[in-house]
C-alpha cells in the first residue's frame, strides 16, 4: 500500500475553483480516511488556470481503452464516496467537488500511483487525465496554516533544499518556476517522489454538449478560424477539471479536423452565440492581439425582467475574481470600469413555462413574469458577468438568470440591503460594511443551470471587415 500525502477538498456552493473559495479539508497526509462531513476550512494550492483547448479534442496517445484492468472500485463506501466505473455516459448533473492533492512517496507510472492512493479504478483514473483533471508539479506548493504538524513534517522533508538538490528535473528551476502546475495528459507519464499532483475526482460536467448538432452550430470556417454559435449550457474552452466537453472539443470532431481548435476569448456557459475558435497557435494569438487594441466589437441581445435605460451605462466591478460580481455606479478606488451601451428596448413577451422548463430555469421570485424586455447591447468593456451585473444593478435582471436575479428581488422588498446601490446605507465601521456584503453576496442565488437571456448575436473585427451573426436565440426560436 502506497503512502501519500492526501488532501481532499469539497469546495462550497458547488464552485470547483480553488483560488479563495472556502474549502473543507477532508484529509491527512499520510493515506487516513475521513468522512465527508468532518471539515474544516483552508484554502489550499489555488491552480493555475488554463483554458488553452490545445490538447482538448483527441485523446491521450495510448487508447483509454487499452488500459488493463487490475483492480476494480469497490461498492460505496467504507469511505463515504461513490462506487467509481467510467466518466462516460455523461450524468444528467455534476457531483459535488472532491479534489485530492498529494505528494508522491514512490516513483512510478501516475496512473498506476493515483489507483493504488485514491483506490480509483484505472479506467475511471484515465479518463480524469484525458478529461484533463489531473494536474502535476515538480514540487509541492506551501500548505494552509491550517495543515496539522504531519502535513508540515512532509512538505519540509520534501522541499528541504538538500532533497531538491538531488532531483535532475528541477536542475536550473527557481522553487516557484517548479511549483507550477502543469496538466498531465498521458496515462504512463513517469512521476517522481516528491511530485505534487491534483486530482479532480468530479470534474464538472456538461451533458449538453452531447444533445448538440454541432454542425448545424458552424457559422464559418476559415484557413485561419472557425466562427461558432456557441449553445447555451456549453463552455467555450473547458474549465479546470473538463477539458473534454466544451465547445472547442465538440468543434473540432465536427468540423473532422486533424488539428484542435484554439480558444480565443470567452462567453459565460450559460450565454449562446458567436464564439471565435482559431485554427491555429498563431491566429489565436493575433486574435488575442486584436482583442486587446480593442479592435472587436462584441454586441448582444438581452432579454431583461424590466425596461432598461438607453444609452452608455457605467459601473465599476470589484476586483475579486469570484462570482457573483459586484458593482457600483460609484466610482470605487481599485475597481474596475465597465461600460456598456443599450441601442434599443423593446417589449416582449416573457418565455412560457414549456421553454423555462426546456432551459432548466430556476423561479428567481420576479414578481410579474408577462412581459420581457429584449435589449441590443454594445459591450464597451468585457468583463466577466459584465451585462448581467449591470442589468441587475439597474433593477433589470436577466431572464433565467438564478444567480443575480433573487438579490435584485430581495432589493426590491428591502431597498438598502445593496451596500453599493442608489439605497445604500451609512455604515458605522468599515466592520459592519463588510458584514453587509457578505448578507448581499449571501442574497444571490447559484449559477444557472442552462440558459440565460443573454445571446452574443453579433461579433466583428477590424473596422467591421469581418462580420458574423449568430443564429435566432432560444427564446424566440419557439415561436417560429
Not at 117 to 124: A, E, F, G, N, V
Not at 250 to 262: D, E, I
Not at 339 to 359: F, G, N
Request: with cysteine.
Amino acid at each position: 500500500m502506497l503512502a501519500s500525502m492526501n488532501i481532499a477538498l469539497v469546495a462550497t456552493h458547488g464552485c470547483r475553483g480553488l483560488g479563495s473559495t472556502s474549502l473543507s479539508l477532508l484529509r491527512t497526509l499520510a493515506r487516513t480516511r475521513a468522512s465527508p462531513s468532518a471539515a474544516s476550512c483552508c484554502d489550499y494550492f489555488a491552480p493555475r488556470r488554463s483554458f488553452s483547448s490545445i490538447s482538448s479534442a483527441f485523446p491521450c496517445k495510448s487508447s483509454i481503452t487499452d488500459v488493463t484492468v487490475t483492480k476494480t472500485a469497490t461498492d460505496s463506501a467504507e469511505n463515504g464516496y461513490p462506487q467509481y466505473h467510467r466518466l462516460l455516459p455523461c450524468p444528467s448533473f455534476s457531483k459535488l467537488p472532491r479534489v485530492e492533492h498529494m505528494v508522491v512517496l514512490e516513483a512510478g507510472p501516475v496512473m498506476e500511483y493515483i489507483c493504488k492512493s485514491l483506490d480509483l479504478p484505472p479506467l475511471y483514473v484515465a479518463d480524469l487525465i484525458h478529461f484533463g483533471a489531473v494536474y502535476y508539479a515538480l514540487v509541492c506548493p506551501q500548505p494552509p496554516k491550517t495543515a496539522t504538524p504531519e502535513q508540515i513534517r512532509l512538505f519540509k522533508k520534501f522541499t528541504e533544499p538538500s532533497f531538491l538538490k538531488g532531483r535532475k528535473s528541477i536542475k536550473g528551476k527557481t522553487v516557484r518556476e517548479a511549483q507550477k502546475t502543469f496538466r498531465i495528459t498521458h496515462v504512463d507519464e513517469f512521476v517522481e517522489v516528491g511530485t505534487y499532483l491534483r486530482v479532480h475526482v468530479h470534474p464538472k460536467r456538461f451533458p449538453r454538449c452531447y444533445d448538440i448538432d454541432w454542425k448545424s452550430r458552424i457559422i464559418a470556417v476559415t484557413e485561419s478560424y472557425v466562427v461558432l454559435d456557441k449553445p447555451a449550457g456549453t463552455s467555450v474552452g473547458g474549465t479546470t477539471d473538463n477539458i473534454e466537453e466544451s465547445c472547442a472539443t465538440f468543434a473540432t470532431r465536427a468540423l473532422g479536423l486533424t488539428s484542435p481548435l484554439w480558444t480565443t476569448h470567452q462567453i459565460d456557459n450559460c450565454t449562446e452565440g458567436c464564439v471565435i475558435l482559431a485554427r491555429t497557435k498563431e491566429y489565436c494569438s493575433i486574435f488575442h492581439r486584436k482583442i486587446r487594441e480593442k479592435r472587436v466589437m462584441k454586441h448582444y441581445l438581452a432579454l431583461s425582467a424590466a425596461p432598461v435605460p438607453m444609452g452608455i451605462i457605467t459601473h465599476y466591478m470589484r476586483p475579486i475574481n469570484i462570482a457573483p460580481r459586484l458593482v457600483s455606479k460609484d466610482c470605487i478606488d481599485g475597481w474596475i470600469l465597465c461600460q456598456l451601451e443599450v441601442l434599443e428596448c423593446r417589449e416582449v413577451s416573457w418565455p412560457d413555462v414549456d421553454i423555462e422548463a426546456k432551459y432548466c430555469f430556476e423561479d428567481g421570485g420576479w414578481p410579474s413574469k408577462k412581459k420581457a424586455y429584449e435589449c441590443k447591447i454594445n459591450l464597451l468593456t468585457g468583463r466577466t458577468h459584465q451585462i448581467r451585473a449591470q442589468l441587475a444593478d439597474c433593477g433589470a435582471p436577466l431572464v433565467g438568470d438564478s444567480m443575480y436575479m433573487p438579490a435584485v428581488v430581495a432589493e426590491m422588498g428591502s431597498p438598502g440591503l445593496n451596500p453599493f446601490g442608489k439605497c445604500k446605507k451609512e455604515y458605522t465601521s468599515e466592520e459592519d460594511k463588510e458584514t453587509a456584503v457578505a448578507e448581499w453576496i449571501a442574497l444571490h442565488g447559484k449559477e444557472p443551470a442552462v440558459a440565460i437571456g443573454l445571446q452574443a448575436y453579433e461579433i466583428s473585427w477590424d473596422s467591421r471587415e469581418h462580420i458574423y451573426n449568430a443564429g435566432t436565440p432560444w427564446w424566440r426560436q419557439e415561436q417560429l
